[in-house]
C-alpha cells in the first residue's frame, strides 16, 4: 500500500535555526506532493505544492521544498526559523485519479525564542 | 467569503449515541473529504466524495457513515459501531479535474464520546 513518512515526530530548535523536515512517499508512478502546516488553533494550510517541472519548490513564508524522484522524498526547508514558525507539519501525496491524499504522521515543531 | 465551515467546533456525546457532524464549502468545488486527526497518526481519511449522490470509502470508513445530496455539503454520522470515536474531524474539499488536487480544510470539531 502508499504510504508517507515523515522522520522526525518532534523537533525543536531555536530562532534563526535552519530547519528540515523529512518526507518519504512509497509509489512508483506519478505522484502529487505537498506540504501542509497547521498552527496552534488555525485551519491546516497549504505550505507548498509540487506536480511537476522544476523539483526545488517555493512556497509561503520562506518556505521550500525539494522533490528527489531517486530518493523518493520531498523534503521540507527553511534557512532561518522563527518563533512563528512553530507548528504542525504534515507531508502529503497524491497518486490517483480520486485525488485521495494520503498524509505522513505530521511533525510538531517547536521554535524557542 | 469563501471556505468551508464545519459546526459545531465542540461536541459532546454520550456513548451509544450516533452524532453528525456539518460540513458546508461555498467554494463550488466538486469534492469533499473527512479526516479524522489523532495525535501522532496524522490524517486518515475516512470518506470522500467526488461528486453529488456518490462516495467512497476511505482508509477507515468502519462506524461512520455520509451523505452527498448537495454539491456544498459532506454531513459526517459518527455510528455508535465506531469503537474510539473520540477525535478531531477535519472536513475539506478540492476542486476535482484541475491539475491541482490541492485540499482546502475546515476548522474542524472536536468530537468527545464518554
Known amino acids: 500500500a502508499q504510504s508517507v513518512s515523515q522522520h522526525n515526530h518532534h523537533v525543536i530548535l531555536s530562532e534563526a535555526a535552519s530547519l528540515e523536515l523529512g518526507c518519504n512517499y512509497s509509489?512508483?508512478?506519478?505522484?502529487?506532493l505537498f506540504w501542509y502546516v497547521q498552527y496552534p488553533g488555525q485551519h491546516l494550510q497549504l505550505l507548498l505544492k509540487?506536480?511537476?517541472?522544476?523539483?526545488l519548490v517555493k512556497g509561503i513564508k520562506g518556505f521550500e521544498a525539494e522533490f528527489i524522484k531517486s530518493k523518493f522524498s520531498f523534503n521540507l526547508r527553511k534557512p532561518s526559523v522563527q518563533w512563528s514558525d512553530t507548528a504542525e507539519y504534515f507531508c502529503?501525496?497524491?497518486?490517483?485519479?480520486?485525488?485521495?491524499?494520503?498524509f505522513g504522521a505530521g511533525t510538531q515543531v517547536v521554535v524557542t525564542p | 467569503d469563501g471556505g468551508i465551515t464545519q459546526s459545531p467546533k465542540y461536541l459532546f456525546r454520550k456513548e451509544g449515541q450516533n452524532v453528525t457532524l456539518s460540513c458546508e464549502q461555498n467554494l463550488n468545488h466538486d469534492a469533499m473529504y473527512w479526516y479524522r486527526q489523532d495525535p501522532g497518526q496524522g490524517l486518515r481519511l475516512i470518506y470522500y466524495?467526488?461528486?453529488?449522490?456518490?462516495?467512497q470509502k476511505g482508509d477507515i470508513a468502519e462506524g461512520y457513515s455520509v451523505s452527498r445530496e448537495k454539491k456544498e455539503s459532506f454531513p459526517l454520522t459518527v455510528t455508535s459501531a465506531q469503537k474510539n470515536p473520540t477525535a478531531f474531524y477535519l472536513c475539506?474539499?478540492?476542486?476535482?479535474?484541475?491539475?491541482?488536487?490541492?485540499?482546502?480544510f475546515g476548522p474542524g470539531t472536536r468530537l468527545t464520546v464518554t
Open positions: 466524495s467526488q461528486i453529488v449522490n456518490d462516495f
Open positions: 475539506a474539499s478540492s476542486l476535482h479535474g484541475q491539475s491541482s488536487y490541492e485540499q482546502y
Open positions: 502529503g501525496a497524491v497518486t490517483d485519479s480520486w485525488g485521495k491524499l494520503q
Open positions: 509509489y512508483g508512478g506519478t505522484v502529487n
Open positions: 509540487y506536480f511537476s517541472g522544476d523539483p
